[in-house]
């Protein structure tokens, strides 16, 4: 029989006659103590169980309160009628087995360390029981089974994760069970220590897109407003700023790119579309520099053309598209394993500062190296100038 502990048990035994004489006995692996010894006249009840034993001297039942895993055992009962009495072999003996059993209190989950290590372990530590019928596992409510990536081991009381990912991030619940009670603990297992690719991978393709935004825009600028307001003598030099923007752009996406490759946290889909945009910046990096370089001398660059400079806003335009999911995607990454997102956040606005900064710096850099050249280039042909005037007065 099983009971839980502090509940009751009515043993049932034989009902005397007249003089017969009743014994109850509690018996275990150590020792054999009476509990209730009953005569018609004398009942004596061991001082060990006084307070939680009650005796039925009609039925010649024991009732035990209180129960205590110690009182696990065996219950003898021995009914001595008074006709056999003297005679061992008159003896009527019956046994009840009992197994008292403690309710399980919420188990304790421990991880190995705070941060994510290779594998992770987690342990369910049952406290106030020395033994439980099973113990079970689940992640966000879902039954967890052994595989090569998560198994369990001692009984189950142990769960190890092969190369954690980011899927496994969740909520592990262990379930502990006797056959009186059943409890259950949650815990939130983060990636903390697996998390610098994704938040790597967030910082750099948002730092992508600001870079291509401003160089979109500085492109529209070229194509659809700078012939309105007569500068075109500045066409050369506005370029330049614009592949400045471009290349700052191209090393931003190319390290996003690769991060996300090689994150383990994004799936085939994703990685797939960072490759094709890693090729798209080679190409189209390869198209504006060739059309640069071969134009630089001209007075209207390859951006003066419309039907250029759509093709390179058309591009960039479509690298904005790519950046996007991948924008969401690596957030998404985060939030599942509940990152400390506002970290994240100072990360991006520093890095954009920076980046912002940096790129005020070439641009402020190169107006004033171009408008040294201008100066140069002016005075030279002045210097010139005035030596062929000074050749023709000389000759006439």
């Not at 089974?145 to 369990?152: A, K």
């Not at 931003?252 to 910046?281: M, N, R, S």
């Not at 504006?288 to 250029?308: D, G």
């Amino acid at each position: 029989m099983i009971r839980k502990a502090f509940s009751s048990i009515l043993l049932v035994g034989y009902q005397p006659k007249n003089q017969d004489v009743v014994r109850w006995y509690f018996l275990n692996s150590k020792t054999r103590k009476i509990i209730i010894h009953f005569t018609s006249s004398i009942l004596h009840i061991n001082p060990l169980f006084k307070q939680r034993a009650t005796f039925d001297s009609e039925t010649g039942s024991l009732l035990l309160q209180n129960l205590q895993p110690q009182d696990s055992g065996i219950y003898e009962v021995i009914l001595n009628p008074v006709e056999t009495q003297g005679l061992e072999k008159g003896d009527q003996t019956s046994y009840v087995q009992l197994d008292v059993q403690e309710q399980l209190v919420p188990p304790m989950l421990v991880q190995n360390h705070a941060k994510i290590i290779n594998p992770v372990e987690l342990r369910c530590i049952i406290i106030n029981s020395k033994k439980s019928n099973s113990i079970e596992w689940k992640r966000n409510k879902k039954e967890i089974f052994n595989t090569s990536h998560i198994r369990m081991e001692f009984d189950k009381s142990t769960l190890f994760i092969e190369n954690m990912q980011v899927s496994d991030c969740g909520i592990y619940t262990c379930i502990v069970k006797n056959n009186v009670s059943t409890n259950a603990k949650d815990y939130f297992l983060s990636a903390e220590g697996v998390l610098f690719l994704h938040e790597d991978a967030l910082v750099s393709s948002v730092v992508s897109l600001v870079s291509t935004v401003i160089s979109i825009c500085a492109t529209a600028f070229i194509l659809f407003a700078l012939e309105n307001y007569q500068v075109k003598q500045y066409w050369l030099q506005v370029t330049s700023v614009v592949m400045i923007l471009h290349a700052l752009s191209f090393f931003c996406h190319i390290i996003a790119f690769v991060i996300i490759i090689l994150d383990e946290g994004f799936t085939l889909g994703y990685k797939v579309a960072a490759g094709i945009g890693c090729v798209q910046c080679f190409a189209m990096t390869f198209y504006v520099v060739t059309l640069f370089l071969r134009r630089q001398t001209e007075q209207s660059p390859f951006l003066a053309s419309i039907y250029k400079g759509i093709i390179f806003l058309c591009c960039e335009v479509l690298t904005v598209l790519t950046d996007i999911p991948l924008i969401i995607r690596s957030k998404q990454n985060l939030l599942v394993c509940r990152f400390q997102y506002h970290s994240v956040a100072v990360k991006i606005i520093l890095s954009v500062m920076v980046y912002v900064s940096s790129l005020g710096f070439f641009i402020l850099f190169h107006t004033k190296l171009t408008k040294r050249q201008r100066a140069n280039h002016f005075q030279l042909k002045s210097v010139k100038r005035k030596k062929e005037s000074k050749l023709e007065l000389d000759n006439k």
